[in-house]
């Protein structure tokens, strides 16, 4: 589920909380709104958080080394 979808989840969830006044038998809409809310709140840290430690970039370092024998004979190739 991406970020998109969470942002539904909290949406939606939100307007069977606060904008409803729907009474259906045996399901309490606000607390399936609280609930898809909480769901899309979790969603949204955990991509968050995903997205977070794609970002990360690790430089580019090259480490060259140099022994005595490379420099002895030109750096090893050939000359």
């Not at 939100?14 to 898809?36: E, K, P, R, Y």
């Not at 955990?46 to 080394?65: E, G, H, K, L």
């Given at each position: ?70 420099r002895?004979?030109?750096g090893?190739?050939?000359?």
């Amino acid at each position: 589920m991406g970020l998109g979808g969470c942002i539904i989840l909290i949406a939606v969830g939100a307007i069977l909380t606060f904008a409803t006044d729907w009474h259906m038998q045996g399901v309490n809409l606000d607390l399936v709104g609280v609930i898809l809310m909480a769901v899309g709140l979790i969603g949204v840290v955990t991509f968050s958080s995903m997205a977070r430690r794609r970002r990360v970039v690790i430089p580019n370092q090259t480490t060259v080394v140099e022994d005595e024998e490379s420099r002895r004979y030109g750096g090893g190739y050939g000359v």
